[in-house]
């Protein structure tokens, strides 16, 4: 049995360093981001998304925008993709945060309490980034507009096809639960306060459904997370 390749992010050597941009370019499929940032402004001066960015584009997004966090939405990967950016961050002392979502689940309670508690505390400007900015980082920056008291309407423009995002695909259950949130509170309690008393995971896992041409896009072909 082949030894799993494990990638460390200190490149304790030039080898490493060429076999983690290998790997990130074409098993992690960054040779497209090298073309394709998905960069776009959530709240001006404060929140930007983007898919996972190169280490080049990294820091000329700090230098551009000042950024002082980035939260990596993928969680730790055992990934050239991974290990080149916690390499690039601490260069740039950047403060890195791994929070893992899902993009084909229903939002879980527990990790999305956890970043609103992380939110408070962070420097900013902030960088949040998926594998691609689509759905993961639609769904957190789509939260964040809420933890910041958006309307539910600018926070589910978060979600859309010009990211990326297919609300028809298996993806579409980040849509469903904000329409549920609209649809059982009409805006009239605080989101925090119903995902705490109202909201239930099993129930809009159990509910959705999807459309198979959409999820097969998605899957298939542009090898989302």
Known sequence: MKKKYIFDSSFPNRRDYHIAWLNSLFVDHAIFRLFWSNFQTVIPGKVY??????????LNLTKKYHLKTIINLRGKRNCGSDALSRHISHKLNLKHYDLPFESRGAPHIDRILNL????????????IHCKSGADRAGLVSALILLFENYDIYSAMRQLSWKYGHFKYSRTGILDAFFTQYLQQTHEKVKFLYWLQSQYNEKQLKDSFKSKKISSFITDKILHRE
Do not use: D, G, Q
């Open 49 to 58: 998304r983007s898919n996972h960015p190169t280490p080049t584009r990294l």
């Open 116 to 127: 609103a508690n992380i939110y408070k505390t962070i420097e900013f400007p902030l960088l």
